[in-house]
């Protein structure tokens, strides 16, 4: 069963699942797919292009799937996907993907705060927080369980790597390594994540072969290149310390320092 506003404007093209409800004064345009058990709040907008997964929690006057800022955009029909569980606070705005990719992704469980914004051709994971005014410029690709704290800025093309926690204010125009707390401008290293992988269940022998790999990377006085060899070189390569390394032979922008 739909408990649909007699104010919501739903285009009769789009696709609503059971259960769901629509708030006041929402509008709901063609070519958008809502899951089963979604909430969409008053005043809410879900432009052509919109996929929500199940369960999802869509705040007052929040903005989905509208045209992407870029001035390379020629109106190509293109995706916002967002996946199950995953909550979307007030005055948020998410744009949909250009032909570079098509689309952009916001993972399943979660959680944009008010104002939050979210440019075209992003890519955010599962289980990932974005405070209070977040903006991400496009094609960001922030991994699963990354945090941000409130008013940070990311530039276009900036990867944040997965359980780490960047602190609020603080620009981020570099790539952030996986694990770690940032801080600073120019944002810098400032340690493990420590508690947030103690709540998520990592063991101390993970912690401590991290601590190993980012001493070594940070505070060894050695470039980059030869940091990842002595770490190589050392045999400690845990699961983690492999992504940490596999994070860094990617990245275009370079890491932070």
């Known amino acids: 069963m739909k408990n649909l506003h007699s104010t919501a404007i739903i285009d009769p093209k789009a696709e609503i699942a059971e259960e769901v409800t629509v708030g006041p004064y929402v509008i709901v345009e063609s070519n958008v797919r809502v899951g089963k058990g979604c909430t ?5 907008h879900l432009a052509a292009g919109t996929r929500l997964g199940e369960q999802c929690r869509v705040s007052t006057g929040a903005v989905l799937g509208t045209a992407p800022q870029d001035l390379k955009f020629k109106g190509e029909e293109t995706l916002l996907e967002v996946g199950d569980r995953t909550t979307i606070r007030e005055f948020a705005t998410l744009n949909r993907g250009t032909h570079e990719t098509g689309k952009t992704v916001v993972g399943s469980d979660c959680l944009l705060m008010a104002y939050a914004h979210v440019a075209h051709d992003c890519v955010i994971g599962n289980h990932c927080i974005l405070a209070n005014a977040v903006n991400l410029a496009g094609h960001v ?12 800025p990311v530039h276009q093309f900036v990867r944040i790597g997965q359980h780490c926690f960047v602190g609020g204010w603080y620009r981020v125009t570099r790539d952030v390594p996986p694990y770690i707390r940032t801080m600073g401008d120019p ?11 103690r709540r998520r269940g990592f063991s101390d022998e993970a912690l401590l072969a ?14 980059v290149t030869q ?3 002595r ?27």
């Open 210 to 223: 991290l601590k190993r790999a980012y001493k070594t990377l940070y505070y060894s006085k050695l470039n």
């Open 231 to 257: 770490i190589r070189e050392g045999g400690e390569l845990t699961v983690e310390v492999e992504n940490v390394l596999a994070f860094i032979a990617k990245s275009e922008r370079g890491i932070i320092g």
């Open 40 to 44: 969409i709040g008053p005043h809410a």
């Open 141 to 152: 690709i922030i991994e699963d369980w990354a945090s941000l704290g409130g008013m940070v």
């Open 227 to 229: 940091a990842v060899q």
């Open 187 to 197: 944002l810098v290293f400032a340690g493990l994540n420590s508690i947030g992988l």
